[in-house]
């Protein structure tokens, strides 16, 4: 990938989604499962909320698959979303707002009061139990009735010590084999990103947020569950699930 001051953003677009995919060689499957359920449950033009939206894959996915949706992104590393305003500059679909979803104003800060989806991959176990039950709580203010809240991340039930052992083992093996076969790891992509003449500024300020890695948790999705009905949506559970990974559906 050669970049410029004119930054190729369906280039790093690739770039962060084989990267992702060397974690999770799903994350398609995963998408597809979402994208299934909020078109059954909402229909085809929702208005979604794409949260800790990171380069935007969420929205990406969603507007080729449900071209009259629209969606509001937010999240607060700067790099991710100077590819994702990159990406979407001139879809008046799409917006993009930078915030902390630690800080307990974040909602005031979206261009509407209610969602018909609430979205989100590979990102809340960045966040401790707590700081999590908050958020789940201000999401389900956001959800309308009939709507939807997706989460689609790492959960593990700590019940199962030897499963995830060998999970564990076979994860690190195929992530071995998707390096070899020129896939950039984490640390690797970010230290491309540093040298951008686009993303080395707003690559320096995410270090400065978040350091190497946030002190997250991964609980279980039974966990997830439970907190999100306590916090007033009707029904929850996995609709999809691989070895390390769960798609949980939440409906209002």
């Known amino acids: 990938m050669t970049t410029s001051t004119a930054a190729d953003w369906a280039a790093w677009q690739e770039s962060w989604d084989r990267q992702q995919e060397s974690y999770m060689p799903d994350r398609e499957e995963r998408f597809r499962i979402m994208l299934d359920m909020v078109e059954a449950f909402v229909g085809p033009a929702p208005r979604v909320l794409d949260l800790a939206c990171g380069t935007g894959s969420i929205t990406a996915r969603l507007l080729a698959r449900l071209p009259h949706a629209t969606s509001t992104g937010i999240d607060l590393d700067p790099a991710l ?112 990103a540093a040298e951008d003449p686009v993303l080395a500024a707003p690559t320096a300020r995410r270090f400065e947020i978040y350091g190497v890695h946030a002190d997250g948790e991964m609980p279980s999705a039974a966990w997830h569950a439970r907190t999100l009905l306590a916090h007033g949506f009707g029904e929850a559970r996995p609709v999809w699930c691989s070895p390390s990974d769960t798609l949980l559906l939440a409906l209002k």
């Not at 679909?93 to 979803?101: G, I, P, S």
């Not at 800080?103 to 139990?129: K, S």
């Not at 999590?132 to 939807?148: I, M, N, S």
Request: proline share 4%; no cysteine; hydrophobic share 40%.
């Open 81 to 192: 979303l100077t590819i994702a305003r990159g990406t979407f500059d001139g879809d008046d679909r799409v917006t993009f707002v930078e915030a902390d979803l630690k800080d307990p104003d974040w909602p005031a800060r979206l261009p509407y009061d209610t969602y018909d989806a609430v979205l989100t991959a590979t990102a809340l176990h960045w966040l401790r139990t707590d700081p999590l039950d908050t958020l789940y709580g201000q999401v389900a203010g956001l959800v309308r009735h009939g709507g939807v809240f997706m989460n689609a991340d790492h959960m593990i039930d700590d019940s199962t010590p030897r499963i995830n052992a060998i999970e564990s083992t076979r994860r690190r093996t195929r992530m071995e084999q998707a390096t070899r076969g020129g896939a950039l790891d984490w640390a690797e992509w970010w230290a491309l």
